[in-house]
């Protein structure tokens, strides 16, 4: 074959290699720069495009894609306004390490920096929100990158990682050039395999630890399912409690009695306290958030510090542990059953059973309470009802971001890891409903269910559109308090009652709304309804906004405000009177 | 950060992808992360494999200057960062080139001073000096200073190079 026959447009590489690298679906928006790819997915059928009606949302709902997956998910936004629309999306996926690709489109080469029509410095505006970047500017190097953009964005910590396309660099021709196996990146070589002799150290720490607790996060669901396996395993081999971050959530089972909840500033009493007073600390793939730690100068005072984290520079940048094992969740916790299986070590029960009635007492506070009447429906009591109705089905909850989604990390029990979607470092309102569309086009017989407030479901709500394109048959299942109702808490909190702009004026009529896109609206404010409520949701085999009224007034607690300490927990409203919150506390956000 | 931990200044050398974007990179995470940069310096260094050699200067507590080095090595075109003031003898060197303009007494003055830190007339009107002065920061600070009273119109400094004492590579 002469080589101008095998040859091929680089838009027609770029699907190629996006086949080659296993991609099912790319969620995108079409627009001048990135036609040629356009035109390349029309004449195709393997690869399947989900038009958004935001590029946003297309990251979101690629975030969802992943994270519900383990694979990497997939976005084509065109130049300019498409670029700078993914940004927030692609923040997000970076804060909570996110596999992503993302193609831009870009304006011809001989164009770039002209000031052209839809022309954005799209790798310099990205390069502080990815993983890493590129700018191909010769068809030559198209599929090149593209595969190992792949191997950047799934493997490591993994992230969101970008490939600005100029128009070009589409239309010329080259040759296709498959992926490398196994990938030798000549500068990237994350490090997977822990060192043995700190398991051992590791080891050591854990079998002496009088009042030990496992402390995980997101880093034990991004390793893979085999890691959470291992957790569950490892923590029952040696009987340990355990408290999950926001993100950390389903990678041991919650049902479980050695499970204490979610710690941080909306954690269990039980939780928080188990990490101030533990003695040794294991942290397997969490990166001790702000939100997690409280007043850091008071933060676990009296423990040994054990981090496991793929990524060093997780490690010490917070917290200063004592001893950093660099690796992959699953290898490290496979060293650990094995280094611990091989020495059969002897616990020291009389203190662990001390421990654990010390734990009991504090679950004996019951910090969840709350009080349901009669009249109006409490958040916490519609989440209460929600999960008693999915927990026999296949479900998968994404959140918005809010009080409603602290009271979702509290109330459903996640029992799996990939489950749980929501948006837990960038905090990014309008992330659970796109989200939730590329769970349910990765899992098309699940049920698929947002749980959002009235405020953040109105920051995507433009994808309704796209649900009744696609069919997708997720459920948006709306807590409406008609405020911002985290910024109202604060505001109730740190700032006098005064309640600035955080009132919802002119809601939709969110049923009306959902019918005016083929939906489905339900509506109930009433506690006896809502029972009847939750199960139609479920039945409707369409796209459905449950528009559920709740008390307005009803706050998230437990919460450790900004600046305080694990101890000095808020535990209900009444609670706030003696503790007022310190003028360093009020800086933080 | 512990309160005890005070800033030290520290040389970090880094092993770099000679490709567009790459300073941009190192020095977006300078300044979206805090960190300070006191001098900064790359070029091309290997033109086989296409690498170039960033060395820059910067201060912090331990914590930080761990925390840099981690967030340095985290980025893909990074080869290697290598920290010379920990990791043992190393020296530093900075070029200056300095003008001076002035007759008379003065010009006088700042030849000699010139030939004492062995500057050397790189450029010579018959009002004006350019002088290339080499060594360590310090050296190069003390000539800049002396050439203050004596008409000096101009300083452009490279920012400090530095490589290990002995025969091992960086």
């Known amino acids: ?589 | 950060m512990s309160p005890t931990e005070t800033a030290s200044r520290h040389t970090i050398s880094i092993l770099v992808d000679n490709e567009p974007g790459i300073l941009a990179r190192v020095v977006g995470l300078f300044s979206g992360r805090g960190y300070n940069i006191e001098s900064l310096t790359v070029a091309k260094t290997n033109e086989k494999e296409n690498l170039s050699r960033i060395t820059i200067v910067t201060a912090g507590t331990p914590m930080v200057i761990e925390q840099i080095k981690a967030q340095l090595d985290r980025l893909v075109p990074v080869h290697r960062v290598r920290d010379l003031t920990l990791g043992g003898e190393h020296v530093e060197r900075e070029l200056a080139l300095v003008k001076v303009k002035g007759t008379g007494e003065k010009r006088v003055e700042a030849l000699r001073l010139a030939d004492v830190f062995r500057a050397k007339v790189i450029d010579a009107k018959s009002d004006s000096f350019v002088f290339e002065v080499t060594g360590a920061s310090d050296k190069v600070d003390t000539f800049i200073g002396l050439m203050e009273g004596l008409g000096l119109i101009d300083v452009g400094r490279t920012g400090i190079v530095a490589t290990t004492r002995g025969s091992e590579a960086i």
């Open chain 1, 1 to 589: 074959m002469k080589p101008e026959e095998s040859a091929t447009t680089g838009a027609d590489l770029l699907v190629k290699a996006l086949i080659d690298e296993e991609v099912e679906v790319v969620f995108g928006y079409p627009g001048g720069a990135v036609l040629p790819i356009y035109d390349s997915l029309f004449k195709q059928n393997r690869l399947r495009h989900i038009l958004v009606r935001h590029e946003q949302a297309a990251v979101h709902a690629a975030e969802g894609y992943a994270r519900s997956t383990g694979r990497v998910g997939v976005v084509l936004v065109t130049s300019g306004p498409g670029a700078t629309n993914a940004v927030t999306g692609l923040t997000d996926a970076l804060m909570d390490s996110i596999p992503i690709v993302c193609l831009t489109g870009q304006v011809p080469t001989h164009l770039i920096g002209n000031d052209a029509f839809q022309e954005a410095d799209t790798t310099g505006i990205t390069r502080p929100c990815t993983k890493h970047n590129y700018l191909v500017k010769a068809v030559g190097d198209l599929a090149r990158t593209v595969h190992e953009a792949f191997y950047v964005a799934r493997s490591g910590r993994p992230g969101p990682v970008v490939i600005d396309l100029p128009k070009d660099v589409l239309m010329n021709k080259h040759e296709y050039e498959a992926p490398k196996k196994p990938v030798q990146h000549k500068s990237y070589r994350p490090q997977v395999k822990p060192d043995p002799k700190k398991i051992e150290e590791a080891i050591d720490l854990i079998q002496a630890a009088k009042r030990p607790v496992f402390y995980t996060g997101g880093g034990v669901i991004n390793s893979g399912p085999k890691a959470s396996k291992l957790l569950t395993q490892f923590v029952h081999l040696t009987g340990f409690p355990i408290t999950n971050t926001l993100m950390g959530l389903g990678a041991f089972p919650a049902s479980d009695k050695q499970f204490l909840g979610m710690l941080g500033m909306h954690g269990t009493y039980e939780a928080n306290l188990a990490m101030y007073h533990c003695d040794v600390l294991i942290d397997i793939g969490a990166r001790f958030d702000d939100r997690i730690t409280g007043k850091l100068s008071e933060f676990s005072p009296k423990s040994k510090k054990i981090h496991v984290d793929i990524d060093p520079s997780s490690i010490n940048k917070n917290v200063r542990v004592d001893l950093p094992i660099v690796g992959d969740a699953a290898h490290v916790l496979e060293e650990m059953i094995r280094v611990w299986k091989a020495r059969q070590p002897r616990l020291d029960q009389k203190a662990h059973k001390a421990w654990w009635a010390e734990i009991e007492k504090w679950r004996g506070r019951n910090c969840l309470a709350y009080k349901q009447d009669k009249e109006t429906i409490k958040p916490q009591f519609a989440l209460e009802r929600l999960y008693h109705h999915i927990k026999d089905h296949d479900h998968y909850i994404t959140t918005e971001v809010g009080q409603h989604q602290m009271w979702a990390a509290q109330f459903l029990k996640f029992e799996q890891p990939n489950h749980w979607m929501t948006s837990g470092g960038l905090g990014t309102m309008g992330y659970g409903f796109p989200a939730a569309m590329g769970v349910q086009i990765a899992h098309p017989d699940a049920l698929v269910i947002d749980v959002a407030g009235e405020a953040s479901i109105m920051m995507n709500i433009q994808e309704l559109s796209t649900v009744a394109q696609y069919r997708l048959p997720v459920k948006i299942f709306i807590l409406n308090n008609q405020y911002m109702g985290m910024v109202r808490q604060w505001q109730e909190l740190l700032h006098g009652g005064r309640y600035s702009e955080s009132y919802m004026e002119s809601l939709p009529d969110f049923v009306k709304l959902a019918e005016a896109f083929g939906a489905v609206g339900l509506r109930t404010g009433n506690p006896s309804e809502l029972d009847g409520v939750i199960q139609e949701m479920i039945k409707i085999k369409k796209p459905v906004i449950v528009d559920v009224l709740v008390d307005k007034a009803e706050n998230c607690f437990p919460m450790i405000p900004s600046g305080a300490a694990h101890y000095d927990m808020l535990l209900g409203p009444n609670d706030r009177a003696e503790k007022p919150i310190s003028e360093e506390g009020m800086v933080l956000v």
